[in-house]
Nanobody, 122 residues
Framework: QVQLVESGGGLVQAGGSLRLSCAAS????????MGWFRQAPGKEREFVAA????????NYADSVKGRFTISRDNAKNTVYLQRNNLDPDDTAVYYC???????????????WGQGTQVTVSS
C-alpha cells in the first residue's frame, strides 16, 4: 500500500507560478512510477505528467507539454509538479498517482491521493 498526500494548491493569479508536492508513505517510493492527473470543473479527469522510478524518464500530455515540469526526489519520497505562467485554464483539482513499475505511462495507476485544488484567477 502507498499513501499519497498532495500539497501546494491554492488560489494563484494568472501569470504566477505553482509547485505542487506529493509526499508518499508506505512501500519503497523508488519502486513506483509517479504521476499527476487533473480534473477541471465539468470536465473529465485527464493525465498531466508522469515520471519513471529513477526520475530519468518523463512523459507529458500533449496539452501541457512545455508548460509543466514533473520531478521527484527519492530521498524525500516526494514528487513535484511545477507550472510557471499559470492561466485560468489550469484551474482544477490535481491528483498525485502511483503504480508499480518504472514506465511513466498515462494510465494504469493504482494509488491516488485525495487531490489538491488549484484555482487561477484572471
Amino acid at each position: 500500500q502507498v499513501q499519497l498526500v498532495e500539497s501546494g494548491g491554492g488560489l494563484v493569479q494568472a501569470g504566477g507560478s505553482l509547485r505542487l508536492s506529493c509526499a508518499a508513505s508506505g512501500r519503497t517510493f523508488s519502486s513506483y512510477a509517479m504521476g499527476w492527473f487533473r480534473q477541471a470543473p465539468g470536465k473529465e479527469r485527464e493525465f498531466v505528467a508522469a515520471i519513471s522510478m529513477s526520475g530519468g524518464v518523463t512523459n507529458y500530455a500533449d496539452s501541457v507539454k512545455g508548460r509543466f515540469t514533473i520531478s521527484r526526489d527519492n530521498a524525500k519520497n516526494t514528487v513535484y509538479l511545477q507550472r510557471n505562467n499559470l492561466d485560468p485554464d489550469d484551474t482544477a483539482v490535481y491528483y498525485c498517482v502511483a503504480k508499480d513499475g518504472s514506465a511513466p505511462l498515462p494510465s494504469g495507476y493504482t494509488y491516488w491521493g485525495q487531490g489538491t485544488q488549484v484555482t487561477v484567477s484572471s
